[in-house]
């Protein structure tokens, strides 16, 4: 039976520890600022990001991998005879995947890539599954099975805080998010199937913490038991402290994973923002 090895992109929310722990290849995007490039990861990390992003001059630029990057990776880990399975980040908002799929069709490897439909922590939780089933000597079909189940399962709650960085990227127009900033609006996001999708606008934070207090419910109470949980954030320690509170009150058992999210999400969802990820049997 081959052996199957583990890629992944650097918006993929995990530690070091896990990277280290199986083995999990990590191809970077990258993110430039002022002119400066900087590589996830590698030359910038999620930590440093935040302070470089909030004294730019303008909104920083991210770009995917270059797809010679998954070509020497595949051809790399498939030397061996092994085979690859490469899990990116979903199509909707990086061309991540098709980089992949190209280099895969370029390599000697035997290669399979897998749109997770998720990012950060919840891409992890399909990542850190699959190199677990790889190393109980699983098949790729199980291991594909097994992330497309995580997947089905998954939750991604997103609130943005400031509106300045989805303005500036274009994902709003200049004229709502003047507005929307003098009214204090925030606003809610969720991944549903690999979309992102607004579940929530309003003043101020009191809305926000009313909308997780009914995710929280469900998570408790819906039937479905939570497996894994994580909280990603940019600078938002305030924040991130009473959801980790809130939710260790509920899951004792769970260690909940808390990170300053990658670059190359915190470019667009700015500075305050604050997400919980999870996934239920």
Same mark, same amino acid.
């Given at each position: 039976m081959a052996n199957i090895k583990i890629v992944t992109d650097s918006? #993929?929310?995990?530690t070091d520890e896990e990277i280290e722990k199986y083995n999990i290849t990590i191809i970077p995007l990258s993110v430039m600022i002022d002119g400066?490039? +900087? !590589?996830?990861?590698?030359?910038?990390?999620?930590?440093?990001?935040?302070?470089?992003? &909030?004294?730019? &001059?303008?909104?920083?630029? /991210?770009?995917?991998?270059?797809?010679g990057k998954f070509v020497d990776a595949f051809d790399t880990l498939g030397a061996d005879g092994s085979? !690859?399975?490469?899990?990116?980040?979903?199509?909707?908002?990086?061309?991540?995947?098709?980089?992949a799929e190209q280099a895969a069709a370029m390599s000697k490897s035997k290669v399979t890539v897998v749109d997770s439909k998720e990012t950060d922590r919840c891409l992890?939780?399909?990542?850190? #599954? #699959?190199?677990?089933?790889a190393e109980q000597g699983a098949d790729m079909d199980t291991i594909v099975a097994? /992330?497309?189940k995580?997947?089905?399962?998954?939750?991604? +709650?997103?609130?943005?805080?400031n509106l300045n960085n989805l303005v500036a990227g274009g994902r709003i127009s200049k004229m709502a998010g003047a507005l929307s900033n003098l009214l204090n609006i925030k606003v809610m996001l969720e991944v549903t199937d690999g979309e992102i999708k607004i579940r929530l606008k309003g003043r101020g934070l009191k809305p926000l913490h009313k909308y997780m207090d009914n995710v929280y419910d469900k998570m408790?109470?819906?039937?479905?038991? !939570?497996? #894994?949980?994580?909280?990603?954030?940019?600078?938002?320690?305030?924040?991130? &402290?009473?959801?980790?509170?809130?939710?260790?009150?509920?899951?004792?058992?769970?260690?909940?994973?808390?990170?300053?999210?990658?670059?190359?999400?915190?470019?667009?969802t700015g500075l305050g923002a604050f997400c919980l990820l999870y996934y239920t049997e």
């Amino acid at each position: 039976m081959a052996n199957i090895k583990i890629v992944t992109d650097s918006s #993929a929310g995990l530690t070091d520890e896990e990277i280290e722990k199986y083995n999990i290849t990590i191809i970077p995007l990258s993110v430039m600022i002022d002119g400066t490039i +900087y !590589v996830e990861r590698e030359t910038i990390t999620s930590e440093q990001f935040p302070e470089l992003m &909030k004294n730019a &001059k303008t909104l920083p630029k /991210t770009s995917q991998p270059p797809i010679g990057k998954f070509v020497d990776a595949f051809d790399t880990l498939g030397a061996d005879g092994s085979e !690859v399975l490469c899990l990116t980040m979903m199509e909707s908002i990086s061309g991540t995947i098709h980089a992949a799929e190209q280099a895969a069709a370029m390599s000697k490897s035997k290669v399979t890539v897998v749109d997770s439909k998720e990012t950060d922590r919840c891409l992890a939780f399909q990542v850190l #599954a #699959a190199a677990q089933l790889a190393e109980q000597g699983a098949d790729m079909d199980t291991i594909v099975a097994k /992330t497309k189940k995580i997947e089905e399962n998954s939750e991604i +709650y997103l609130a943005v805080v400031n509106l300045n960085n989805l303005v500036a990227g274009g994902r709003i127009s200049k004229m709502a998010g003047a507005l929307s900033n003098l009214l204090n609006i925030k606003v809610m996001l969720e991944v549903t199937d690999g979309e992102i999708k607004i579940r929530l606008k309003g003043r101020g934070l009191k809305p926000l913490h009313k909308y997780m207090d009914n995710v929280y419910d469900k998570m408790k109470n819906g039937g479905k038991k !939570v497996k #894994a949980i994580g909280i990603s954030h940019v600078q938002a320690d305030e924040e991130v &402290k009473k959801m980790k509170a809130t939710l260790e009150n509920l899951f004792p058992d769970i260690k909940i994973v808390v990170r300053e999210t990658v670059p190359i999400i915190a470019t667009h969802t700015g500075l305050g923002a604050f997400c919980l990820l999870y996934y239920t049997e």
